[in-house]
């Protein structure tokens, strides 16, 4: 019953023990909000003391400015989730909080792979409670168990790296994690794949001569908007530190034959902002990328499709259409036009509600569409709901042709690193070649980018100094980087995944509130 969410993260510690923390927070999470729409939350720390607001919705509707000056401190952490398999219960919003020892909060992007097995080892040998059905609160309690071994009163950074040490080599899978410990300082470390994204920055604090401001994060936007230099990418298997005091630490706590970077190519994909740099790799480059790519497919394979115009599904596929049809030399244009105010249909729970959103996000411009064969530019097909409506709307708005084109290959098996995709017959790809997935979504042809150009279009922009040459391409070949992913554990992840099961649960745990450090909105 342990789920994992895609979420953003973020870190401060502000090097003015006076200074509000909250209002950067704020800031960040409302830049990373396309990673998570269904919750949000912000704990902070002023001597000695935690203050929290968290709650289900939208950044700017969770906190007020009341709630945000109440949050004190000058270091506190930030985190929002996309809706998932879980609880829709407001007190599993992150971060999490556990109170011995020392008082320490988490965010967490990712996934453990094991998650029963360190759930029965909690309750059976480390004697802590887990009360939510979310896995980053078995890693909290797992860094904490560890941390509470060394029987003392106040830890130095030798403690954090043997506590961080045990921990990646007890939690398996995908993450990128924030801690904030309270008295000491700030914790982050990342999983030894380097699945999901962590970077830090710093920068003068506002008093001249005074020190200097720390941020971790998820994406390198948050740094280029609050101000910070970009220092480097947290390392696969790495932990740094950094102290109330101004000191920072860092160290692989991982042996180096058991680390190497392999972020999520779905990053660079969908997820990640297209001004953001991951892992030295620009996020906006490798869609254009992608886009080139696509044109040389179509080129190569498809000669006898007669297009009139390229147009893009709003947003994130924008750079690789344009692109595509620089190369094509076809006209681009943009013939939906989207309603800013509704979320991201790919993380919609429900089949249904999914096909509702479609509509309600996105309508046709009848002039970009009628009596002409279309070639539609989408960053992936996933259930292919979404795929489908729009082919519809496409042909109502008098396209003569539709063809679509993918930008990622076809995805075929389920991500157990953080991304809640489907159960595998709920794939539109699943068990079909391009013709029937054609006919499934009602497109006259459908153009699948290929995996090792896609891995190309990604890799091709990381730097000489810092080669990145594998990506976690899970959900396209079934290969997990990190290990320990058997065919048991596939099918008890499907099960939890597939939309009746979400919507039991939701429905179970409607109005059902876990106790904890919860400030309550009302």
């Not at 973020?10 to 990673?35: F, P, T, Y």
């Not at 992913?485 to 059902?512: F, P, S």
């Amino acid at each position: 019953n342990i789920y994992a969410t895609m979420c953003g993260i973020v870190a401060i510690l502000l090097a003015n023990k006076d200074a509000w923390v909250a209002g950067d927070i704020w800031e960040a999470l409302s830049l990373l909000q396309h990673r998570g729409q269904d919750a949000a939350g912000i704990v902070s720390c002023s001597r000695g003391r935690l203050y929290q607001c968290k709650d289900n919705g939208m950044v700017r509707d969770v906190f007020s400015a009341a709630q945000l000056a109440s949050l004190y401190g000058n270091m506190g952490l930030g985190h929002v989730r996309y809706p998932t398999a879980g609880s829709s219960s407001a007190s599993e919003a992150q971060p999490f909080y556990v109170n011995s020892p020392y008082g320490i909060v988490m965010g967490h992007n990712g996934n453990l792979t094991n998650s029963t097995e360190l759930e029965d080892f909690l309750d059976a040998t480390a004697l802590r409670h887990i009360n939510t059905t979310s896995d980053s609160e078995v890693l909290l309690n797992v860094l904490a168990y560890e941390l509470q071994k060394t029987g003392k009163r106040r830890i130095n950074h030798e403690d954090v790296f043997d506590a961080v040490t045990k921990v990646l080599e007890t939690c398996h899978g995908g993450y990128a994690v924030t801690t904030m410990i309270n008295g000491y300082g700030i914790v982050s470390f990342r999983d030894p794949s380097g699945i999901r994204p962590l970077i830090f920055g710093q920068r003068p604090a506002a008093a001249p001569g005074s020190g200097t401001d720390y941020c971790v994060t998820s994406e390198s936007v948050v740094l280029d908007f609050l101000e910070f230099s970009v220092v480097r990418d947290v390392e696969p298997g790495e932990c740094l530190i950094h102290t109330l005091d101004g000191q920072v630490f860092s160290r692989r706590c991982a042996p180096a034959s058991q680390t190497t970077l392999s972020p999520c190519v779905f990053e660079f994909v969908y997820f990640a902002r297209p001004d953001s740099v991951i892992d030295g790799i620009s996020v906006y480059n490798a869609r254009l990328t992608m886009g080139e790519a696509l044109a040389k497919k179509v080129m190569k394979e498809y000669p006898q499709l007669e297009i009139d115009v390229v147009i893009p599904v709003p947003d994130t596929s924008r750079v690789a259409a344009l692109q595509c049809s620089y190369l094509l030399k076809k006209v681009y244009r943009e013939g939906f036009i989207k309603n800013r105010y509704v979320g991201r249909t790919f993380i919609m729970p429900g089949q249904a509600e999914r096909r509702k959103s479609v509509r309600r996000k996105l309508n046709a411009m009848r002039s970009e569409f009628e009596g002409k064969r279309v070639l539609l530019v989408d960053d992936s097909i996933v259930r292919g709901t979404t795929s489908r409506e729009i082919i519809n709307m496409a042909r109502e708005a008098g396209a003569l042709k539709v063809y679509f084109a993918s930008a990622a290959p076809p995805i075929r098996h389920p991500n157990v690193y953080g991304i809640d995709m489907p159960s595998r017959e709920e794939l539109v790809a699943h068990d079909k070649d391009d013709a029937q997935i054609a006919k499934e979504i009602g497109a006259d042809v459908v153009i699948y980018q290929d995996l090792a150009d896609l891995i190309a279009s990604c890799a091709v922009h990381s730097s000489a100094q810092r080669p990145v040459t594998t990506f976690d391409t899970s959900v396209f070949d079934g290969h997990y980087v990190a290990g320990d992913v058997t065919a048991a554990y596939l099918e008890g992840l499907e099960a939890m995944r597939k939309d009746g099961a979400k919507a039991k649960r939701l429905v179970e745990t409607d109005g059902v509130e876990a106790p904890g450090l919860h400030n309550a909105r009302k």
